[in-house]
C-alpha cells in the first residue's frame, strides 16, 4: 500500500478475559482453528511489515508471544492491567517519538478485515484529524459506548453505557474501539487520561474528550458490516465467531468449485486448502494446513488434520488422518486411521478398521480389513492380510518391519519386529514372523494341526447316551473341555 506517512500498529492482547471462565488467556483460544490473537495479527501485516507490529503483552505473555513470534511482529509488556490507555502507553519507549500514524487493534477481535482497515486509514490520510474512529451502528446498542457529535458530525466524545443519560442510551452509533491516531498527538495527550471511573482504570475513549477540548478534530468512519467488530468476552461470544468464519471458509470453497454437502455441518478450518470438484461430505472436518487436491471424495464424519490428499483419493466416511500424506488415487477407509507421518502411494488401499502409524505404504498395495502396521516400510504391490500386526514395541524401544515390493501376508500374521519380510516372498496365515523371510521365500510360524478322525461324533454319542457327560473322553491336544 502507497502510505503517505509511517504507519504503526499496536494490538491490546495482555488481559486475562476473566468471563471465559478459563485459565489461559483470552487471546490464546481458538476460533476457525488459529488463536485470536494470530487473526489479528495476519489482518495487521496485510497492512504494515510485521516490525510495525507491537503486540501488547501480559497474562502469559510468554505462551501468547510463543503463538505470534514467527510472524516477525514485536512486543510491548502491561505489567498490570489498568486499562486500554495504559496498554497502548506500555509502548511509549518504542513509538513515542516516531512520525506518523498509529493504528490500535484487539488481540479478541479476529472477523475484522484488512480491507475495513484501509478504508479506516485512507480516510485520516486525508483528513488529517487528531483520531479517526471506526464506528457502528447498531439496532441494539447495550453495552457499547455511544458515539457523541458536534453538528458538522465530528465526535466531540465517547460515553460509556454505564454514565450515559437516558437520552444518549438512545443513541445507535457506538464505539468499536479500533483507532487511528496523529501518533505525536496521541503521546501529548495520553497522559492526562485520568481513571476517572468505577473500575479505577485508564481509558483510551477519553483521549477522544481531551482532544475535543483542545480544538483538535476527530473524525469517524462507519463500519459497513458490524460483524466485522465483534469481540470476544465470552465462551457463547467465541462460538459465535467461530461459526462465522467456518462460514466464510465454506462459501469461499463452494464459490471455488467445491462441493459440501450440508455445509453447516462441516467444520474447515482457514487455512485449510481444497481442490476443485472435491467433495465434502456431511460433519466431516477439515483442520489445520491440510491440503487437498481436485477431486477428491472426503466422507462423512470424516476427520483430517494436517495432511495431504493427492488428485482423486478417495476418503471414505468416519477415518480419521494426522500429520499424514495421501497419493493421488488411494482409496482409505471407512473408520481407517492414519496418524504420526504415514505416507500412502499411489493408488494403494487401506480398508475399514486399519489402523498406521508412522508407517510408508507402497503404490497399489493393499491393507484391507482389521490391520495394525506401526513403525513399517511397506514396498509396491504388497498384499497386508486381515487381522495382521506389527508388533513394534518391546516396552522401551520402538522397532521398525520392512515389508518388501510384492510381498503377500496372510491374515492374522504377527511380525515381531524388527524384521523384514523379502521381496516377492509369501506369508501363511497365522504366523509368527521373529526371523527375516527371504526374497520369494515361504514363511511359516504356528503350530502344527492335529486331527483325530471320528472324535466329535464319538462325544456326541456318549452324551446321548448318558445324563452326564463323559468325562473320560480323550480332548485333542491343546485343547480343554472345562469353562471358565
Known amino acids: 500500500m502507497n502510505q503517505q506517512q509511517p504507519v504503526w500498529v499496536v494490538i491490546l492482547a495482555a488481559g486475562l478475559g476473566t468471563r471465559m471462565?478459563?485459565?489461559?488467556?483470552?487471546?490464546?483460544?481458538?476460533?476457525?482453528?488459529?488463536?485470536?490473537?494470530?487473526?489479528?495479527?495476519?489482518?495487521?501485516?496485510?497492512?504494515?511489515?510485521?516490525?510495525q507490529v507491537y503486540v501488547v503483552v501480559g497474562y502469559q505473555g510468554d505462551r501468547v508471544r510463543e503463538a505470534v513470534s514467527s510472524y516477525g511482529v514485536r512486543f510491548a509488556v502491561q505489567t498490570e492491567p489498568r486499562g486500554t490507555a495504559d496498554a497502548v502507553a506500555s509502548t511509549?519507549?518504542?513509538?513515542?517519538?516516531?512520525?506518523?500514524?498509529?493504528?490500535?487493534?484487539?488481540?479478541?477481535?479476529?472477523?475484522?478485515?484488512?480491507?475495513?482497515?484501509?478504508?479506516?486509514?485512507?480516510?485520516?490520510?486525508?483528513?488529517?484529524?487528531?483520531?479517526?474512529?471506526?464506528?457502528?451502528?447498531?439496532?441494539?446498542?447495550?453495552?457499547?459506548?455511544?458515539?457523541?457529535?458536534?453538528?458538522?458530525?465530528?465526535?466531540?466524545?465517547i460515553v460509556e453505557e454505564r454514565a450515559a443519560t437516558a437520552e444518549q442510551r438512545r443513541i445507535?452509533?457506538?464505539?468499536?474501539?479500533?483507532?487511528?491516531?496523529?501518533?505525536?498527538?496521541?503521546?501529548?495527550?495520553?497522559h492526562r487520561i485520568q481513571p476517572n471511573n468505577p473500575a479505577g482504570e485508564y481509558y483510551l475513549t477519553d483521549i477522544v474528550e481531551l482532544f475535543d477540548s483542545a480544538g483538535l478534530p476527530v473524525h469517524a468512519v462507519e463500519l459497513e458490516d458490524p460483524t466485522e467488530a465483534l469481540g470476544i468476552n465470552t465462551r457463547i461470544d467465541l462460538a459465535r465467531v467461530d461459526r462465522i468464519l467456518r462460514e466464510r471458509k465454506a462459501k469461499e470453497l463452494m464459490l471455488a468449485g467445491v462441493t459440501i454437502?450440508?455445509?453447516?455441518?462441516?467444520?474447515?478450518?482457514?487455512?485449510?486448502?481444497?481442490?476443485?470438484?472435491?467433495?465434502?461430505?456431511?460433519?466431516?472436518?477439515?483442520?489445520?494446513?491440510?491440503?487437498?487436491?481436485?477431486?477428491?471424495?472426503?466422507?462423512?464424519?470424516?476427520?483430517?488434520?494436517?495432511?495431504?490428499i493427492g488428485r482423486g483419493a478417495m476418503i471414505h466416511p468416519y477415518c480419521v488422518l494426522a500429520d499424514s500424506r495421501v497419493e493421488a488415487g488411494a482409496i482409505i477407509g471407512p473408520f481407517a486411521r492414519l496418524r504420526m507421518n504415514c505416507y500412502i502411494g499411489t493408488g494403494a488401499a487401506i480398508g475399514n478398521f486399519v489402523e498406521m502409524k508412522n508407517t510408508r505404504f507402497g503404490p497399489g498395495s493393499k491393507?484391507?480389513?482389521?490391520a495394525y502396521l506401526g513403525d513399517a516400510e511397506?514396498?509396491?504391490?504388497?498384499?497386508?492380510?486381515?487381522?495382521?500386526?506389527?508388533?513394534?514395541?518391546?516396552?522401551?524401544r520402538k522397532h521398525p518391519t520392512f515389508i518388501r515390493d510384492r510381498a503377500f501376508v496372510g491374515s492374522n500374521v504377527t511380525l515381531i519386529a524388527p524384521v523384514e519380510v523379502g521381496p516377492g516372498s509369501y506369508i501363511g496365515a497365522g504366523s509368527v514372523i521373529t526371523d527375516p523371510v527371504p526374497a520369494d521365500a515361504l514363511g511359516l510360524g504356528r503350530a502344527r494341526q492335529i486331527v483325530k478322525e471320528g472324535w466329535a461324533k464319538r462325544r456326541r454319542e456318549q452324551q446321548a447316551a448318558s445324563a452326564t457327560p463323559n468325562t473320560n473322553l480323550e480332548p485333542p491336544e491343546g485343547c480343554s473341555t472345562q469353562h471358565t
Not at 455441518?265 to 487436491?293: E, S
Not at 511397506?378 to 522401551?396: F, H, L, P, S, W
Open 367 to 370: 491393507a484391507m480389513h482389521l
Open 261 to 308: 454437502e450440508y455445509p453447516e455441518t462441516v467444520r474447515i478450518d482457514v487455512d485449510v486448502q481444497v481442490g476443485q470438484d472435491t467433495r465434502i461430505g456431511p460433519f466431516a472436518q477439515l483442520l489445520g494446513k491440510t491440503v487437498v487436491y481436485e477431486d477428491v471424495e472426503i466422507g462423512a464424519g470424516t476427520i483430517v488434520k494436517d495432511c495431504w
Open 92 to 157: 511509549r519507549s518504542f513509538l513515542a517519538n516516531c512520525d506518523g500514524l498509529l493504528i490500535v487493534l484487539y488481540g479478541d477481535t479476529p472477523l475484522l478485515g484488512p480491507a475495513t482497515l484501509r478504508r479506516l486509514l485512507a480516510h485520516h490520510q486525508q483528513s488529517r484529524p487528531a483520531a479517526t474512529l471506526l464506528t457502528m451502528t447498531l439496532d441494539d446498542p447495550t453495552g457499547y459506548g455511544r458515539i457523541l457529535t458536534h453538528p458538522d458530525g465530528s465526535v466531540r466524545a
Open 378 to 396: 511397506v514396498g509396491a504391490e504388497v498384499n497386508i492380510g486381515a487381522g495382521t500386526i506389527t508388533c513394534n514395541y518391546d516396552g522401551v
Open 21 to 51: 471462565k478459563s485459565n489461559w488467556a483470552k487471546v490464546l483460544h481458538r476460533a476457525g482453528g488459529l488463536p485470536l490473537i494470530e487473526h489479528v495479527v495476519r489482518t495487521a501485516i496485510q497492512l504494515v511489515p510485521p516490525d
Open 172 to 190: 445507535r452509533r457506538v464505539n468499536t474501539g479500533i483507532y487511528c491516531f496523529d501518533n505525536r498527538k496521541l503521546w501529548q495527550f495520553i
